[in-house]
């Protein structure tokens, strides 16, 4: 039951936190039901696009791309709902891209293999554009 008490507070923290000090940037896989990566700021919007490759149980070279198109924005989630449901096992790479000197870059590289929701959420912010 302790363990149940903590594990609430630190995802109720993290949620109450999470892209609150900037722009943050996260993955996460077979987190209740979906994979995902995605970047946001609750301060301002950004000009940002989200590409999240899934790479199937135990397979390190077929995967599938989830793909939030460029454009301005406050959230860029790149997500696949009920896709955690149907096998475990799911790998998560998110390329987090936005202008730099006016040509599209990837800005942030982040890999999950579980559902590690504070990942990219304790983040300070960071500044681009």
Not at 116 to 129: H, L, P, R, S, T
Request: net charge positive.
């Amino acid at each position: 039951m302790r363990k149940i008490v903590l594990t609430s507070l630190i995802a109720i923290h993290s949620i109450a936190n999470a892209g609150v000090n900037g722009l943050t940037f996260h993955s996460r896989a077979n987190c209740g039901g979906f994979n995902e990566s995605i970047s946001w700021n609750a301060k301002g919007s950004h000009r940002m696009k989200t590409e999240s490759y899934h790479f199937y149980p135990k397979s390190h070279t077929q995967y599938h791309l989830v793909v939030d198109a460029m454009r301005v924005t406050w959230r860029s989630a790149a997500y696949h709902m009920y896709e955690g449901y149907e096998k475990q096992g799911w790998h998560v790479v998110g390329h987090h891209i936005m202008p730099v000197h006016n040509k599209p870059q990837i800005v942030q590289f982040t890999e999950a293999d579980d559902c590690i929701f504070y990942d990219g959420w304790w983040a300070k912010g960071q500044n681009y554009e």
